[in-house]
């Protein structure tokens, strides 16, 4: 089974500093898919940016980029220019290729302080 | 944009009474499903229906619970007899088709059972 770790509970920045945010996961796949979505207190979730895994240039929109490191199996979130629009919980999830469904982390919680 | 819509956004009921939560997928999509999130915790997945049947169910998703497409534009999930632990958002999602194809989400019902 797949599972994704996110190891920050928590983080601050400052607006307009940059941040970054850490996802693990654990697979046996060779193609899955990755992303990020957001939760703000209003409790949505939104999308934020998804990579597919067999592309090795990295997911860039607008001020959401990540690090996909395959081999590492790593996938983390930088947000750059914080807006105190970005408050939210930011949660990474997993889904299989051939799969049906999205696996999340316990999401990390991220305060932009004014 | 199109959006996943959601009915109630927050329900109270008592132990042991039938809940139904309603959902309007994305018009184009093929693909539904239902998600649970916990206060505090992480979003969970609960059941997966296309084609008019459930294509995958978690271990969460047990007798009580079930899914319905009564029309070509609603998705229910029923909850027979609600329990304490039931209580939680529930979110509702959709695909369009192709595996990998983003998961769009609603704003969710929040359930709270007293």
């Known amino acids: ?3 994704v770790t996110q190891s920050q509970p ?3 920045v400052q607006e307009a500093e940059t941040v970054t945010l850490s996802c693990t996961y654990d697979t046996s796949e060779s193609n899955y898919y990755l992303f990020w979505y957001k939760q703000p207190p209003s409790r949505q979730m939104i999308l934020v940016i998804r990579q597919e895994a067999y592309k090795q240039q990295n997911a860039t929109e ?10 590492a199996k790593s996938f983390s979130l930088k947000i750059s220019d914080s807006q105190l629009g970005d408050t939210a919980m930011y949660f990474c999830a997993f889904m299989e290729s051939s799969g049906d469904k999205l696996t999340f982390g316990t999401g990390t919680r991220l305060a932009v302080r004014p | 944009e199109p959006e996943v819509t959601q009915t109630p956004s927050h329900q109270v009921t008592q132990m042991g009474q039938e809940v139904i939560l309603r959902c309007v997928p994305i018009s184009n999509h093929l693909y539904f499903y239902w998600y649970r999130q916990i206060l505090g915790q992480k979003v969970e997945f609960l059941v997966s229906f296309y084609n008019n049947e459930i294509s995958e169910k978690s271990e969460i998703f047990d007798d009580q619970f079930s899914v319905e497409r009564p029309d070509g534009s609603n998705f229910t999930l029923k909850i027979r007899s609600t329990k304490l632990e039931d209580s939680a958002m529930y ?13 769009y989400f609603g704003e969710g019902s929040w359930l709270t059972v007293v």
């Open chain 2, 91 to 103: 979110f509702c999602a959709s695909r369009q088709g192709m595996s990998g194809n983003t998961i």
């Open chain 1, 10 to 12: 928590e983080m601050s």
């Open chain 1, 1 to 3: 089974a797949q599972t």
């Open chain 1, 62 to 71: 607008n001020r959401f980029s990540v690090n996909f490191q395959k081999a």
